[in-house]
């Protein structure tokens, strides 16, 4: 079975190969039958890619030890599902997942492209085709999973502890389909610089793949939030560490993507600088993986450092990178620029969030990359972290979310910021009060916590002005109203969830670092304390066994109004024999969308225990405000205006159904 | 405003944009990163009490003291000097005698580093990798020690 997986890796390799040259070359010559080989070639290739990457899988399944990414990431008393997800907790299998996403993505354009100009189709491909022989080589050069070891060792070495969490089933997945997803972006916009054509159904091709990304990249993002904060043990959801970056720069550049493909898909404007981004975008996601596979940031991510792989991603960077801007330079000039606008329009407001969203892309960029060229070039050792991006990314981010309910009011070409603002005076009220409410009523309010209540107050409710105003309330009749609501475009209610999930999301991180308490203290059993409110009780500490791991875990009774216990929290400190390693396990316990979260120190020689806890406000809408972007996201995919061919089959209907029976 | 002042005054709007958030990205840079020392740079760089650094080393074998509630005393080296370190609140799970350590705050008036935040090296295999390159310069770390 590994013998066909790494054998069907070299297949898809050469696969890849075939991919990138043949279709192009029929593209050029202006060849049916070569262009034609480009899609069943890809679907083949995704196909191998998943045999092999099964056969690791079940090599981690079965504890196959002779193969020594299994004997160095896998122990037999690992619990199935850890067993399993362990297969990309590693360098090599990691890498292969890259390139089975890379592959399906591939394959779902050769699936759905059938209405594709063919030689756009054809160059796509080729583009992919490109990307994925790169990474094959990679994997097959320097990381090959499938390596034997003779003799086989009986156990093996266990996966690192931290990854040992459900975390790893979810988080990786879900952010290399953001990651690799914009490399259909990417390809488009090579494909269309090959062509040196582009036009308003390209963006509306591109927008729908921008979205698949973006989504899952956001997904990605807020569970890697979660999981470093329950994992880690230290309370915080972000710490503006370079990994993190990594993931959020390729999201601040497709957000910016998002936004532009809209001007382009409705006005044709901004064509030269959408393809620009798509480029960038996917550009900075081969930079994300560049500084974390390579290991030249130490984290986590880094499982192992060998000096080839970094070279080898640096070449696989340069090379895509500078070709692709390369071929932009050339290009570029080509392509039909768009026509002006109004600076005050729907469009207008979108080159506004670019140019924020871009600029904030920038600093992050900085701040990621400077400590490493500064290190390179002067041997300094700097750290760049919180207090750098609250003043470089903050004051970017805060006049940019101010106007975010302005712009889905605007109308097209020509719009009126003052009847905009008229109808977002209601928002503003609310905004208003909250941010009053919350500055005198709340104890140790600053002045910036309350600012930022009131300006993620006003981020949804300004997303639901934006519904209400499309639906009519106030200037029809309610069951026009209803039927106006129904019938809106999904677009519109993806936009209006997107806004609102980031308002969401800014409301928890403003309630959390503002509001939240903290206190550190050794508890002997039986003692309580009291923080923000709740009391709880330390039981004591209680030894006990897991499959692969002892643990000494404190159990904490939350005590309630009434003196009796409400519940408990367990934390717990895991001792992995086989790494010799600790853990700790913190102990969470949700109460609406806040959070009591403690975590387990050391113990001292009076038997004393020290435990910090935290009691974090509205901590969960930080993530839940990540799942609602998700949601517009989704519900955006689902509008028909995103399907190619659809606006014919739209107008038929529309004149077949009336619009007054639909639901 | 004609046409052409319009496309000049938003022009100039952009690039003052720019021009202030890469103004203030410099600044930042120059104020808010902080340097990475080992015990014995100190000696030779001048770092003001208050002044935000990282401190990396080795945690020093019989230094580490459990004080009132949740402080912990304990001294950094590189072997060839030691500097005391003062930190509340809980230690990593990997923070142990002998093994590399970054911390992160400033100094006190009386010379004792006041940490706010203590890494300590993320799995059994590797240090930190700027306190390898510390100790590697230093001739104090062999490569063969980190298998």
């Known amino acids: 079975?590994?013998?066909?997986?790494?054998?069907?890796?070299?297949?898809?390799?050469?696969?890849?190969?075939?991919?990138?040259?043949?279709?192009?070359?029929?593209?050029?010559?202006?060849?049916?039958?070569?262009?034609?080989?480009?899609?069943?070639?890809?679907?083949?290739?995704?196909?191998?890619?998943?045999?092999?990457?099964?056969?690791?899988?079940?090599?981690?399944?079965?504890?196959?030890?002779?193969?020594?990414?299994?004997?160095?990431?896998?122990?037999?008393?690992?619990?199935?599902?850890?067993?399993?997800?362990?297969?990309?907790?590693?360098?090599?299998?990691?890498?292969?997942?890259?390139?089975?996403?890379?592959?399906?993505?591939?394959?779902?354009?050769?699936?759905?492209?059938?209405?594709?100009?063919?030689?756009?189709?054809?160059?796509?491909?080729?583009?992919?085709?490109?990307?994925?022989?790169?990474?094959?080589?990679?994997?097959?050069?320097?990381?090959?999973?499938?390596?034997?070891?003779?003799?086989?060792?009986?156990?093996?070495?266990?996966?690192?502890?931290?990854?040992?969490?459900?975390?790893?089933?979810?988080?990786?997945?879900?952010?290399?389909?953001?990651?690799?997803?914009?490399?259909?972006?990417?390809?488009?916009?090579?494909?269309?610089?090959?062509?040196?054509?582009?036009?308003?159904?390209?963006?509306?091709?591109?927008?729908?793949?921008?979205?698949?990304?973006?989504?899952?990249?956001?997904?990605?993002?807020?569970?890697?939030?979660?999981?470093?904060?329950?994992?880690?043990?230290?309370?915080?959801?972000?710490?503006?560490?370079?990994?993190?970056?990594?993931?959020?720069?390729?999201?601040?550049?497709?957000?910016?993507?998002?936004?532009?493909?809209?001007?382009?898909?409705?006005?044709?404007?901004?064509?030269?600088?959408?393809?620009?981004?798509?480029?960038?975008?996917?550009?900075?996601?081969?930079?994300?993986?560049?500084?974390?596979?390579?290991?030249?940031?130490?984290?986590?991510?880094?499982?192992?450092?060998?000096?080839?792989?970094?070279?080898?991603?640096?070449?696989?960077?340069?090379?895509?990178?500078?070709?692709?801007?390369?071929?932009?330079?050339?290009?570029?000039?080509?392509?039909?620029?768009?026509?002006?606008?109004?600076?005050?329009?729907?469009?207008?407001?979108?080159?506004?969030?670019?140019?924020?969203?871009?600029?904030?892309?920038?600093?992050?960029?900085?701040?990621?990359?400077?400590?490493?060229?500064?290190?390179?070039?002067?041997g300094d050792k700097i750290s760049v972290g919180a207090p750098f991006f609250d003043l470089t990314f903050g004051p970017l981010m805060l006049p940019l979310l101010a106007i975010v309910p302005f712009g889905p009011l605007l109308a097209w070409k020509r719009g009126d910021v003052f009847a905009a603002s008229q109808r977002l005076m209601a928002a503003f009220a609310v905004a208003l009060a909250a941010m009053l409410v919350a500055g005198l009523f709340i104890d140790g309010a600053s002045v910036f916590a309350a600012l930022g209540i009131g300006l993620a107050v006003w981020l949804v409710a300004g997303a639901l002005t934006d519904l209400a105003v499309k639906s009519g309330v106030g200037s029809v009749a309610p069951a026009v109203m209803f039927r106006r609501f129904a019938g809106l475009p999904r677009s519109v209610f993806g936009t209006a969830l997107a806004h609102l999930g980031l308002g969401l999301t800014l409301l928890g991180i403003v309630a959390t670092l503002s509001f939240g308490t903290e206190k550190i203290l050794s508890m002997r059993a039986g003692e309580t304390v009291e923080l923000s409110g709740h009391t709880l009780r330390f039981v004591g500490l209680y030894p006990a066994q897991g499959p692969n791991y002892s643990e000494d875990r404190g159990r904490f009774e939350l005590i309630g109004a009434d003196g009796n216990a409400a519940g408990e929290i367990t934390s717990a400190k895991r001792f992995f024999p086989v790494r010799q390693m600790t853990t700790t396990e913190s102990g969470i316990r949700t109460l609406w969308f806040s959070q009591l979260y403690l975590s387990l120190g050391d113990e001292n020689k009076d038997g004393s225990v020290v435990v910090r806890l935290w009691w974090k406000p509205l901590v969960t809408l930080i993530w839940g405000g990540g799942l609602v972007m998700m949601a517009g996201a989704a519900m955006s995919l689902m509008d028909r205006r995103l399907r190619v061919g659809a606006p014919s089959r739209r107008r038929k209907q529309a004149s077949a159904v009336a619009p007054a029976t639909l639901p | 405003m004609t046409r052409k002042q319009k496309r000049l005054s938003v022009i100039a709007g952009g690039l003052a944009f720019l021009g202030a958030a890469t103004g203030l990205t410099f600044y930042a840079l120059g104020q808010k990163a902080s340097y990475f020392y080992m015990p014995a740079d100190l000696t030779t760089a001048s770092v003001q009490p208050g002044q935000r650094i990282r401190l990396g080393g080795l945690v020093e074998k019989g230094t580490i003291q459990r004080g009132q509630g949740a402080t912990v005393a304990f001294s950094v080296t590189d072997t060839h000097k030691s500097i005391k370190v003062t930190y509340t609140g809980i230690l990593p799970d990997l923070f142990r005698e002998e093994q590399g350590v970054i911390t992160e705050g400033t100094f006190g008036p009386d010379g004792v580093f006041v940490a706010d935040s203590v890494l300590a090296k993320h799995d059994e295999r590797y240090m930190p990798k700027e306190v390898a390159d510390g100790l590697k310069a230093k001739g104090v770390w062999q490569e063969s020690k980190s298998e």
Request: hydrophobic share 55%; net charge neutral; with cysteine.
């Open chain 1, 1 to 378: 079975m590994v013998e066909t997986g790494h054998f069907a890796l070299v297949l898809a390799f050469a696969l890849s190969l075939v991919q990138m040259t043949v279709p192009l070359f029929g593209s050029r010559l202006n060849n049916q039958r070569l262009m034609a080989v480009g899609g069943p070639v890809a679907v083949t290739g995704f196909a191998l890619t998943a045999l092999s990457f099964a056969a690791l899988a079940s090599a981690y399944a079965n504890s196959d030890f002779s193969v020594a990414s299994v004997w160095e990431n896998s122990h037999s008393l690992q619990p199935m599902i850890y067993k399993i997800t362990g297969t990309w907790g590693n360098h090599e299998g990691s890498m292969l997942l890259w390139v089975l996403i890379l592959t399906f993505f591939g394959a779902l354009v050769a699936a759905f492209g059938s209405n594709l100009p063919a030689t756009l189709r054809a160059n796509v491909l080729a583009v992919q085709g490109s990307i994925g022989a790169a990474f094959f080589l990679f994997i097959l050069a320097t990381s090959n999973p499938f390596i034997r070891l003779n003799p086989a060792p009986i156990e093996g070495r266990d996966l690192n502890p931290v990854l040992q969490d459900l975390g790893l089933a979810i988080h990786p997945p879900l952010l290399y389909l953001g990651y690799v997803g914009f490399s259909i972006c990417f390809s488009f916009s090579v494909a269309a610089l090959i062509e040196g054509r582009i036009d308003a159904s390209w963006a509306r091709w591109v927008r729908p793949w921008t979205l698949v990304a973006w989504m899952f990249l956001t997904g990605g993002i807020a569970m890697g939030s979660y999981w470093a904060y329950y994992e880690l043990g230290w309370g915080g959801f972000w710490f503006w560490d370079p990994v993190e970056n990594a993931s959020f720069m390729p999201w601040l550049a497709g957000t910016a993507l998002l936004h532009s493909a809209i001007v382009m898909e409705k006005r044709s404007a901004l064509k030269i600088w959408t393809l620009l981004l798509a480029i960038l975008t996917f550009s900075l996601s081969l930079l994300g993986t560049f500084l974390v596979r390579s290991g030249v940031l130490t984290s986590v991510h880094a499982f192992a450092t060998d000096p080839t792989r970094g070279v080898f991603i640096l070449c696989i960077l340069t090379l895509f990178i500078g070709g692709s801007l390369a071929l932009f330079a050339l290009r570029a000039s080509r392509l039909t620029a768009g026509g002006l606008f109004h600076p005050i329009s729907r469009e207008g407001a979108l080159v506004l969030n670019n140019l924020f969203l871009t600029t904030a892309t920038a600093t992050v960029l900085v701040g990621t990359l400077y400590p490493l060229a500064l290190e390179a070039l002067t």
